[in-house]
């Protein structure tokens, strides 16, 4: 029995990947949720799903194409992202390549440090490829995103 659990769990873990609604914080993986993790790192204001967050930045918070330390990298809703995703940038390593915190992309967990490379046609950050841990490399999912929200102050 717990084998078969096991292996449901990891297939939806590898159909769906992370719940990042902003409200409950009590998403189907628990309370690990992307959202309330970036706003708690930092201080940026904005509730609900992280996909709202870059309309909901408008007139609040500067938004921008071009990664800097501390931004929030907002991904637009999926289907596999149906709630969208938010990472807080902790190093910008050039122009096409940052590297992330960020809550549940591995469900469940907070990854430290993980790449985040820009595919764009436009180098605009718009399409995005993440570091997927489990297999120790770049996912191949391209992931489209809105850009980075720049933190006051």
Same mark, same amino acid.
Request: proline share 7%.
């Given at each position: 029995?717990?084998? %078969?659990?096991?292996?449901?769990?990891?297939? +939806?873990? !590898? =159909?769906? +990947?992370?719940?990042?609604?902003?409200?409950?914080?009590?998403?189907? #993986?628990?309370?690990?949720?992307?959202?309330?993790?970036?706003?708690?790192?930092?201080?940026?204001?904005?509730?609900?799903?992280?996909?709202?967050?870059?309309?909901?930045?408008?007139?609040?918070?500067?938004?921008? #194409?071009?990664?800097?330390?501390?931004? =929030? !990298? %907002?991904?637009?809703?999926?289907?596999?992202?149906?709630?969208? #995703?938010?990472s807080v =940038?902790?190093?910008?390593?050039?122009?096409?390549? =940052?590297?992330?915190?960020?809550? @549940?992309?591995?469900?469940?967990r907070v990854?430290h440090g993980?790449? %985040?490379?820009?595919?764009?046609?436009? @180098?605009?950050?718009?399409?995005?490829?993440?570091?997927?841990?489990?297999?120790?490399?770049?996912?191949?999912? %391209?992931?489209?995103?809105?850009?980075?929200?720049?933190?006051?102050?």
């Open positions: 029995m717990k084998r %078969v659990l096991a292996r449901s769990a990891a297939g +939806l873990a !590898l =159909v769906s +990947l992370a719940a990042c609604a902003g409200g409950s914080g009590q998403g189907w #993986h628990g309370a690990v949720q992307c959202a309330p993790y970036a706003r708690q790192v930092t201080h940026v204001q904005l509730r609900g799903d992280a996909a709202s967050w870059w309309g909901q930045a408008q007139g609040h918070y500067p938004r921008t #194409h071009v990664p800097r330390a501390g931004a =929030v !990298l %907002v991904f637009r809703s999926t289907g596999r992202l149906p709630d969208g #995703h938010v =940038v902790r190093q910008v390593r050039g122009p096409r390549e =940052v590297l992330v915190d960020q809550a @549940n992309w591995v469900p469940g990854g993980e790449p %985040v490379v820009d595919v764009s046609g436009r @180098n605009d950050w718009s399409q995005v490829k993440v570091w997927w841990s489990p297999i120790h490399g770049m996912g191949k999912t %391209v992931y489209p995103a809105y850009g980075f929200i720049l933190p006051r102050g």
